[in-house]
Structures are given as C-alpha cells and as structure tokens.
C-alpha cells in the first residue's frame, strides 16, 4: 500500500467523528432493510460477485505551476467525452497531489492530479473499457503513464 493511500485513509479516518459531531449522524443498522436496496437496478445490485475497484492517477500538470498544464475544464471534457460514456453508472473523482521519479530524473516531478474510482464486474469488455480510457489520456496529453490499480471489490447498494 502506498503512502498517498495511507495518508487518504489516515485522513478520512480523523475526520468522520468531527463529520458526525457537525452533521450529525444516524445509528446505521448492521443489515439495512431489503427496502434500502436499488431492487431491479442491476447496475446497482444489494449483492455483488466479481466486481473490482479501479483507481487511476492522471497528472495534470506541475504542482507548482497551475496555470500549465490540464485545465480543470479540459479535465471535465475528457471526464464525459471518454470516462462517463464508458461507465455512465458511477464514479467519483479526488483530487490529489502526486510524484514520481523517472530513471534519468534527478529529482521527482511534482503534480496535481485526479483520482478517478471505478467500480464494475470484472469483465474483459469493463477491463478493455479501462484501457482504452487510458490510452485516449496519454494521446490527449502526451503522458507516458496512467497509474491504474485494481482490487477486487465485495460492492452492496
């Protein structure tokens, strides 16, 4: 596990009590009602079997720099014209900063970045959906990489 994923989840671990004190938070039950459920919705099912999580790191631009590089609107047109059309049931995007260093860099390349989370049923044509994603970010851009991990995924609605 990488440090920027230990980091997210240290953070969203710190904040849910003070969400809870702010907003205030309802006793969950541990089996919701089968009313809760999206019944008949199989893009959203109470029960799912062979989902994955997909994450990918798409860089923006330099850190330090924020006028160069992927605007937020340019990342919006790529967001519906590539992703949304491939995975129109959801998904979410977090903005992220990101490094990495090349084997010829001396020092690491500083950017803003875009976490997009996708989960679906693990199928060659949703895999293929994925790739074909990142490659149209790497002609868009110009980047040599698309960070993409993926993890099976136990998914309720």
Request: glycine fraction near 6%; charge should be negative.
């Amino acid at each position: 596990m990488s440090i920027l994923h230990h980091s997210r989840f240290a953070v969203l671990l710190a904040c849910a009590p003070l969400a809870c004190a702010v907003v205030g938070c309802a006793a969950v039950p541990a089996t919701a009602p089968a009313s809760a459920t999206l019944q008949g919705d199989a893009a959203h099912p109470a029960q799912t079997h062979g989902w994955v999580d997909t994450r990918l790191y798409f860089g923006l631009g330099p850190a330090d720099q924020p006028n160069q590089g992927i605007s937020e609107a340019a990342w919006r047109d790529f967001l519906d014209r590539e992703v949304s059309s491939r995975f129109p049931d959801g998904l979410s995007v977090i903005d992220v900063y990101g490094q990495w260093q090349g084997r010829q860099q001396a020092t690491p390349e500083r950017l803003r970045s875009k976490l997009l989370v996708i989960d679906y049923p693990d199928t060659p044509d949703n895999r293929a959906k994925v790739e074909a994603i990142r490659a149209a970010w790497k002609q868009r851009t110009g980047d040599q990489s698309v960070l993409r991990v993926t993890e099976p995924a136990e998914v309720s609605f």
